[in-house]
């Protein structure tokens, strides 16, 4: 069973940066043919995929947050981080990381372990 346990502030003040840490067991975040994933919900609204970093460290973004969003990871923890900086109050939202798989074509074949979200508030 891989876990998954988003780590990080609760409030953030705007233009600040955010920072979360996503720590995994069970499982390597090195291990071949899996991303790991970054998705945020705002309240009423949809998923929204952030970006993603692979096995072997090389990290894909959203392209409407690529400017503010960087995605890096601690092999020797087993923990991968996100940063969003520049933020506003519309970046409220329920943070999740995630584990996605894919096959030696590139295909997506989805997302099979999730952090339960931590809920972060941009506020002055």
């Known amino acids: 069973q891989v876990l998954l346990q988003e780590s990080g502030p609760g409030l953030v003040k705007p233009s600040q940066t955010l920072s979360l840490t996503c720590i995994v067991s069970g499982g390597s975040i090195t291990t071949k043919y899996f991303y790991w994933a970054w998705i945020r919900q705002p309240s009423g609204k949809g998923l929204e995929w952030m970006g993603a970093?692979?096995?072997?460290?090389?990290?894909y973004y959203n392209a409407s947050l690529e400017s503010r969003t960087s995605i890096s990871r601690d092999t020797s923890k087993n923990q991968f981080t996100m940063q969003l900086s520049s933020v506003t109050p519309g970046d409220t939202a329920v943070y999740y990381c995630?584990?996605?798989?894919?096959?030696?074509?590139?295909?997506?074949?989805?997302?099979?372990?999730w952090g339960k979200g931590t809920l972060v508030t941009v506020s002055s």
């Open positions: 970093i692979d096995y072997s460290g090389n990290s």
């Open positions: 995630a584990r996605v798989e894919y096959d030696d074509y590139g295909v997506l074949l989805g997302m099979d372990y």
